[in-house]
């Protein structure tokens, strides 16, 4: 079955302690992009990645690093978490191609205490 | 998860009757338009697709319909089931290069039995 799996899908943790948010798709998708989604303001890109090795940000990159060492694989990294990173994540693939909707993971809700 | 519902514009439609939910993009460059349903505890998933040089696009009970001289966007929804009650949104993608994908906050459709 073709989709996008993201882990860990719900996570409490404290201010300052680094975790990592694992986003694989088998679709082999070389387009992968990460948002979070907040109540009232709707998707907004993180980071994204055109291939592997290549990433950009997107309009609320501060915070948060990524990785894109193989093609299946684009994690979603805060080395320091902070309360306003509480938020709804959803990692999303696609072909390369324009004029191609994403796919999109099931979500990692994150509360940072 | 339900917290995205929040804040969000509702239209509460009677089971059978069709449905019709708007949007509004920004982009006159925008060149290809996409709806998304998100349900409960779920990440969004692509319903309908149009491109710029269609005005009307059909699926399995949806139409979409695109009025680029207004910007507005329409999704329909024929004979509206309790399966269809979501959130639903819009997406305008600019083929400047890469997947840049803007995406609306979302229009929350109750049906009622």
């Known amino acids: 079955e073709a989709q996008v799996t993201q882990n860990p899908r719900y996570l409490i943790t404290v201010t300052g302690k680094k975790l990592t948010v694992t986003c694989s798709q088998n679709?082999?998708?070389?387009?992968m992009s990460w948002y979070r989604q907040d109540p009232g303001l709707g998707l907004r890109q993180i980071y994204y990645s055109m291939n592997v090795e290549v990433t950009d940000k997107g309009d609320v990159p501060e915070g948060y690093k990524v990785s894109r060492k193989e093609k299946r694989n684009f994690p979603l990294i805060l080395e320091s978490p902070s309360p306003n990173q509480t938020s709804l994540y959803f990692c999303?693939?696609?072909?390369?191609?324009?004029?191609?909707?994403?796919?999109f993971g099931d979500g990692t809700r994150l509360s940072i205490l | 998860g339900e917290s995205v519902g929040l804040h969000l514009p509702t239209l509460s439609v009677q089971e059978g009757d069709n449905s019709i939910i708007n949007c509004a993009y920004s982009n006159s460059a925008s060149d290809y338009f996409i709806w998304y349903k998100q349900e409960s505890g779920k990440g969004p998933q692509f319903i309908i697709d149009i491109r710029s040089n269609m005005d009307k696009r059909q699926g399995q009970r949806v139409t979409v319909l695109l009025n680029k001289t207004v910007k507005h966007l329409s999704l329909q929804i024929a004979a509206t089931q309790p399966g269809d009650s979501a959130v639903y949104f819009c997406a305008e993608n600019s083929s400047g290069g890469y997947q840049k994908v803007t995406f609306g906050i979302g229009t929350k459709l109750q049906v009622i039995p």
């Open positions: 999303a693939s696609s072909p390369w191609q324009v004029d191609q909707p994403q796919h």
């Open positions: 679709m082999n998708h070389e387009y």
